[in-house]
């Protein structure tokens, strides 16, 4: 079991940046490969990036890639998502996710087994 709390969000002018940091609980935090995941109103919810266990891969849904970066500091079992050059587009809510069951990433949200209760992105024009 994990839990998990995001924080970091906020409002942003386009083209600026915000770093979004996620917590976990427990003490295998580096077996989880985590994911970042977002969802606007009236959308589904979308696989931004993914970061494996040990953080040595990552990866990137098409609407970020070359903007956004994943990283994480195990032994402070949090996870990170750095976002740059900020679109309105990108507003949603942003939600760190965790899976124990396989050591690639899954860029499906049903793959995951636990989630955060999200945290609100904004973005002006």
């Known amino acids: 079991q994990v839990q998990l709390v995001e924080s970091g969000g906020g409002l942003v002018q386009a083209g600026g940046s915000l770093r979004l940091s996620c917590a976990a609980s427990?003490?295998?935090?580096?077996?989880?490969?985590m994911g970042w995941f977002r969802q606007a109103p009236g959308k589904e919810r979308e696989f931004v990036a993914g970061?494996?266990?040990?953080?040595?891969?990552?990866a990137y849904g098409d609407s970020v890639r070359g903007r956004f970066a994943a990283s994480r500091d195990n032994a402070k079992n949090t996870v990170y998502l750095q976002m740059n050059s900020l679109k309105p587009e990108d507003t949603a809510v942003y939600y760190c996710?965790?899976?124990?069951?396989?050591?690639?990433?899954?860029?499906?949200?049903?793959?995951?087994?636990?989630w955060g209760q999200g945290t609100q992105v904004t973005v002006s024009s």
């Open positions: 427990g003490r295998t935090f580096s077996r989880y490969t």
């Open positions: 970061i494996t266990g040990s953080g040595g891969d990552t």
């Open positions: 996710a965790a899976n124990e069951m396989y050591s690639g990433i899954w860029t499906t949200a049903m793959r995951y087994n636990y």
